[in-house]
């Protein structure tokens, strides 16, 4: 891809994803300005390692989505760091009402998102992983290996994992999802 050096690309690359990359940020941080900082690292990163994306490996979105779980790990370990609460302020852009207005709003509509990623929380990290990809995100199986780097079978045993051990949990602790009742 030549996001990097084609304005045009870039736009409408951009536009098709920016709703699903902020979305998926959006469930896993509530602050709004960290969604849009974070969101624009994803892009960022993207136009830096566009000759990496193999469509043969999997969709775009499974790629972002790969280039977002990284993004925000590395944003976990950075904030996990800082010590003074306002190094965190630092050197953000100022967010005018709209944006924030418009952040604001993804924040409310990912509610039920992030209600069922805390009932999620204590799978082990690879069914969570892959379930979150898959159920909450949207990505079919192989393209949540992709973004995972795992084989797919794997993504599929750590899927079926996940969701057996989500039938132990009573289903009042999070939104009416529809994988939940598959699975139960």
Not at 112 to 127: E, H, T
Not at 133 to 155: F, N, R
């Amino acid at each position: 891809m030549n996001l990097g050096r084609d304005p045009d690309l870039f736009e409408a690359f951009y536009r098709r994803h920016v709703r699903s990359v902020t979305g998926f940020v959006a469930r896993r941080v509530t602050d709004p300005h960290l969604v849009d900082d974070l969101t624009t690292e994803v892009f960022l990163a993207a136009i830096e390692g566009a000759d990496s994306f193999q469509p043969s490996r999997g969709s775009e979105s499974a790629w972002l989505f790969g280039i977002a779980r990284n993004v925000l790990a590395t944003e976990r370990r950075q904030a996990a760091r800082r010590v003074d609460k306002l190094l965190r302020h630092a050197g953000r852009r100022p967010l005018d009402v709209d944006d924030i207005s418009r952040l604001e709003e993804q924040i409310d509509a990912e509610r039920a998102g992030r209600a069922l990623q805390a009932a999620v929380a204590d799978l082990p990290p690879g069914p969570r992983a892959v379930i979150e990809l898959v159920d909450i995100d949207g990505l079919t199986v192989t393209e949540a290996a992709v973004a995972l780097g795992i084989p797919p079978v794997t993504a599929r045993v750590r899927l079926h994992r996940a969701r057996r051990q989500l039938k132990a949990v009573p289903t009042g602790t999070w939104p009416d999802f529809d994988f939940v009742r598959e699975a139960t």
